[in-house]
């Protein structure tokens, strides 16, 4: 098991990859400043179903246990949800004691930070993703939900107490879902690492070669460059926008063709493609969406926008993301692999680049 260690300005805290790294549940908590009063898991249908009772078994020493189970999906990260959940821990009468278990992916571990971010002014949390993707989303402290006018618009920064990133809770993921986080950990390697990108490239040809010692390997290296990232820009005042690359187009295509219709990976994906050609054209020398566009095909990435949005619904989409300034987009743009800027975009390139993604 791998313990990679998250250093921030406001916490330090252990991120513990490997076979049945939620067994160590229990030690965690019994470090904790106070031994929890209560503890509330939070999760989805899909993960309780498979995962729930054997969080609860790891608690079996525990009292007042309780878990709140909503939808699985991205419509789940409402404020509907958020709202619900607040009131399961009011009636169940947590307190600032208690702790919450976000048990799931990236929805679930949003959802579940920002209601233990904001109950009582904010209790402890612990991660413990069962998705790829959440190897992004569990590390960082990045805490949200969706409104109808853009995702994870209304949030806050709330680091947890530690991740349990047990892989055994990644065997039961549809091929869907595993191309969707691996997309996040090819962003890690554009955005940071050339050695780690041109070793995802050599190595996993397709999904069907994403085994179990090559997923830990995807998994370490993703995880160390976000807690990198993270240690030197906690709350996204610079260096860390860079997290952000292929999300602005991303977060765009996810809303307008309705939440939930394109996975968050897929998005990326696409959005990783359109950011590399505008790169291109602001940076002649960089010879490299050719090289991504045959590769996403191998993995099964879309490379195509649907004709059902238009240029100009994304682009309004678009300068709904939080990067966006006094109405000009500004994107997270590769000059080479591994060196990456966050840079203002004109309306006019950003239309014509995206008419090159519509077949």
């Excluded at 992916?105 to 959802?111: A, H, K, Q």
């Excluded at 109950?119 to 949200?144: E, N, Y």
């Excluded at 940076?283 to 566009?293: A, M, T």
Aim: overall charge negative; charged content about 25%; hydrophobic content about 40%.
């Amino acid at each position: 098991m791998q313990e990679i260690i998250v250093q921030t300005d406001t916490k330090s805290y252990p991120v513990l990859l490997g076979n049945g790294a939620s067994t160590q549940l229990p030690i965690i908590l019994e470090k904790f400043k106070k031994k929890p009063s209560q503890i509330l898991i939070i999760t989805d249908d899909s993960v309780a179903n498979l995962y729930l009772a054997d969080i609860k078994a790891q608690l079996k020493g525990w009292e007042n246990v309780h878990s709140f189970v909503f939808a699985n999906g991205e419509k789940a990260k409402s404020f509907e949800n958020y709202y619900a959940i607040q009131s399961y821990a009011l009636e169940k009468g947590l307190d600032r004691q208690s702790a919450v278990l976000a048990l799931g992916g990236g929805v679930v571990g949003d959802i579940a930070g920002f209601v233990a971010s904001t109950f009582m002014r904010g209790i402890p949390f612990i991660q413990i993703p069962t998705t790829i993707l959440a190897h992004d989303s569990a590390v960082g402290g990045k805490v949200a939900i969706n409104h109808p006018l853009g995702k994870n618009m209304i949030g806050s920064f709330y680091q947890p107490e530690a991740v349990l990133y047990d892989v055994n809770y990644l065997k039961t993921l549809p091929k869907e879902e595993v191309r969707s986080g691996f997309a996040e950990v090819i962003k890690h390697g554009l955005i940071w690492d050339r050695n780690f990108f041109n070793w995802i490239i050599s190595e996993i040809k397709s999904l069907d070669d994403l085994t179990m010692d090559r997923l830990l390997v995807c998994l370490e290296n993703g995880v160390k460059i976000k807690a990198e990232v993270v240690a030197d820009d906690e709350k996204e005042t610079g260096q860390r926008a860079i997290l952000n690359f292929g999300h602005t187009l991303g977060h765009a295509l996810e809303a307008a063709y309705g939440y939930g219709k394109i996975s968050h990976g897929d998005g990326v994906a696409l959005g990783i493609l359109a950011a590399t050609r505008i790169s291109e054209k602001l940076y002649p020398e960089l010879r490299l969406l050719d090289e991504l566009l045959g590769y996403w095909k191998h993995i099964g990435f879309p490379t195509t926008i649907d004709k059902s949005v238009s240029p100009l619904e994304l682009l309004d989409w678009m300068k709904k993301d939080k990067k966006t300034k006094q109405n000009h987009i500004h994107m997270v743009l590769i000059q080479e692999i591994g060196k990456v800027n966050l840079q203002s975009v004109p309306d006019d390139v950003i239309i014509e680049t995206l008419n090159e993604f519509y077949v």
